[in-house]
Structure formats: C-alpha cells, structure tokens
C-alpha cells in the first residue's frame, strides 16, 4: 500500500486492520440538550404549538435534573413550511426548574414566531450546562413548589416520564 499510495497507503492498511494508536478520552463533557420535532403536517395552530414547546421543556429540565445538571442559556428553533430557519438564545441564571425555563422558552418563541406561515419543526436546546443542583431563591421559590418538584421526579423516577404531564404539554389532536 505504501509502495502504491505513499504515507497515505499506510494510514489504510492500518485503518483497515483496525489499528489506532491516538489516546482513548474515556468522558467527554455534554455541551447542550436539546429536543426538536418535526411536524407530519407543517402548522400554525399556536395551541398545538405551545403544548409542543411545554412537552419539551418538560422533558430536557427533567433530563437536566436526573444529570445533577443546571443550564445557563436558552435557545428556540423554528423551521418554517419554505425550508427557513430561525434560532434565538437568551442567557438566564443557571436553572432547572421547568417552570423558569418555560417562561423563557415562550418568551423566546414568541419573539421568533413573527412570519405568520406554516411551521415544519420546532426545537429547544440548553447550553452553558454546569453541574450542580438548583439554588433554591429565598424570595420566589416556595417551600410547596419545591417539595412538587421533588414528588415530580420521583414519580417520573419510578413510573417513567409519561406518567405525569402538565396539562399544557398533552396535544389535543
């Protein structure tokens, strides 16, 4: 192989055999989640699209909690029917509490959502993740919003993800 390809040919005969001399990294630090959904039919009914957008923050915040995880920035994607996409970010204090991340997520989509067309997909990601558990705030967070979450994620814990929902989050179509 040399003889034929030069240094090139000896990289494909060890490539080939299965020979790879570069040092295994056994952990590699997540550097997002994220979530999207591809519509079957591309819409503009806002109800369908708001339960959509509360499912998935559900999901990546519960996920974000199970990893010990917090995320410091919020972005909304939005593909729309002619194929056009559009994102928007916005950097929080580190949460993952759905009920912070939904309001933000809303209030991203809502600036977003501005061509009044048929939207394809939909997605949410959370970047700037840091380990480490919610900080709970003296002055917003009660002591019943807390133990709810907690009862939350036990329940999705023992049970799985689809056995408690916001209401919001459940599609009536």
Not at 52 to 77: P, Y
């Amino acid at each position: 192989m040399v003889n034929l390809l030069g240094k090139p040919g000896a990289y494909l005969h060890r490539s080939a055999n299965g020979i790879d001399e570069s040092p295994v990294v056994p952990f590699h630090e997540q550097k997002s989640i994220s979530t999207e959904n591809t519509f079957q039919q591309d819409t503009t009914d806002l109800t369908l699209l708001n339960s959509e957008l509360v499912r998935m923050t559900e999901k990546i915040a519960f996920q974000l909690r199970c990893d010990n995880r917090l995320t410091g920035c919020v972005s909304v994607k939005i593909r729309y029917t002619d194929f056009e996409t559009h994102n928007i970010q916005k950097s929080i204090d580190h949460s993952n509490q759905d009920h912070v991340l939904l309001t933000t997520v809303k209030e991203l989509f809502t600036k977003l959502y501005t061509r009044r067309i048929l939207i394809r997909l939909i997605g949410i990601r959370f970047t700037n993740l840091i380990p480490g558990n919610y900080q709970i705030n003296l002055f917003k967070d009660t002591q019943e919003k807390i133990k709810m979450y907690r009862a939350i994620d036990s329940i999705k814990n023992t049970y799985g993800e689809r056995f408690i929902l916001k209401a919001a989050g459940i599609s009536h179509k």
